[in-house]
């Protein structure tokens, strides 16, 4: 029974983090190993929270009409293609690279942040797809290694 | 292991590269966490690694969670303590990975 509210309040926690700002797995993975699932299976199970908490908080975006419906597929198209390739390239990969490819993706996300204090103009839409692609790939990559 | 979430870097470059603002990103944030999931779990659901049980238990906290926060993500006064909880969420992170 405290296993089942663990595992409720966790996801309540994590989908309220994960849609004010994100990061919200740093509470639901935890749960899952400490509750005795392996890595591998907690990080796959995990989504299952992130989807359900990505419906909920579409439906109340969607309702305040907040949702910039046009460029929905410009986002999709890349992560969804970025997430099967990472997590082909994951299998691929030995996890030495791996780690320096999670490195590398922290200081990029660092970097981003320090030249954001000036943010950019909207950029053309292809200069994004190009510069979307690859990051969305080493998204997956980390989304991976967090189990 | 947990590293710094695949989605903070998805509202990073949404705002950063792409020139959302908060709530903007947010709302596509929601979209692609969607589909990347749904990816996702098919490709680990095929390898047997999704505990259905637990997941399903964790993902109605989670609508319940997510439905709060969506309400709350779009109202002014909240941007100013997301974006404080980002800051705090990478700043952690390069810390715990020095640290190693």
Known sequence: MTQYLLLFIGGLAAGFINTLA???????????LFLGFSPHVANATNRLNVLAAACSSAIVFAHQGKIDWGHAPHVLAPTVSGAVFGALLADWLPNRALRWVIILAVVMSLILVLAGTKRFLRAPQREYL???WPQMGLLFLVGIWAG | MIVLDS?????????????????????????????????????????????????????????????????????ERSKVW????????????????VWR
């Open chain 1, 22 to 32: 994100s990061s919200g797995s740093a509470v639901s993975l935890p749960i899952f």
């Open chain 1, 130 to 132: 190009t510069f979307g």
């Open chain 2, 7 to 75: 989605y903070t870097y998805l509202l990073l470059t949404l705002m950063l590269a792409v020139g959302y603002d908060l709530v903007g990103a947010n709302t596509l944030k929601a979209i692609a966490g969607i589909g990347v999931s749904c990816a996702a779990i098919v490709l680990f659901a095929d390898r047997a690694e999704v505990a259905w049980f637990a997941g399903g238990l964790m993902s109605l906290g989670g609508v319940a969670g997510a439905w709060v926060g969506a309400k709350l993500a779009a109202s």
């Open chain 2, 82 to 97: 997301v974006f404080r909880l980002l800051v705090i969420t990478i700043v952690g992170e390069i810390v715990r990975m």
